[in-house]
């Protein structure tokens, strides 16, 4: 049984992929700070000052955390699709089918493809690119595959 096809997340270089874990690590940091100032507080603060800042401490890291996490395994996996991809991938053609108008947090046009290439079985998939005229039915576009799992990247 083969894999659904799955488009590679967005390429980071190392520097980016340093920056963005660094980001991600400085998310995680305030909730457990705001903790360590409520339980090592000298001299005592009221009940209610001590009870705000645990409280707060406790929701900001859940949250950071959480966050922080997140971004973390998303940066690795960009890393690690980018590098599947530049050992085990081969080139192949995109042709476009259909172009629908796509409307969400970043607008732009959702593409449905047909990939097709040396070593795998042809297959379609969907993805999002910004608005250009060019991207138009028939339109052909060139790929990256790992024929084992059918990770793409339109390049």
Not at 97 to 118: F, K, M, Q, Y
């Amino acid at each position: 049984m083969t894999s659904a096809p799955r488009e590679a997340e967005a390429r980071l270089g190392p520097i980016g992929a340093l920056l963005c874990r660094l980001m991600f690590l400085a998310i995680c940091l305030p909730g457990p700070v705001l903790l360590i100032v409520a339980v090592r507080l000298d001299p005592p603060r009221s009940p209610a000052d001590f009870w705000g800042l645990l409280a707060g401490g406790t929701v900001t890291t859940i949250a950071g955390v959480g966050f922080g996490v997140f971004g973390w395994r998303l940066v690795t996996r960009s890393r690690r699709d980018a590098r599947r991809l530049s050992a085990a991938g081969v080139a192949a053609t995109a042709e476009i089918l259909t172009v629908a108008n796509h409307l969400g947090e970043d607008p732009g046009l959702t593409l449905r493809l047909r990939v097709s290439g040396p070593g795998f079985a042809t297959f379609e998939a969907d993805t999002i690119r910004a608005d250009d005229p060019a991207l138009v039915p028939g339109t052909l576009l060139t790929a990256v595959v790992d024929p084992a799992d059918r990770l793409f990247s339109i390049t």
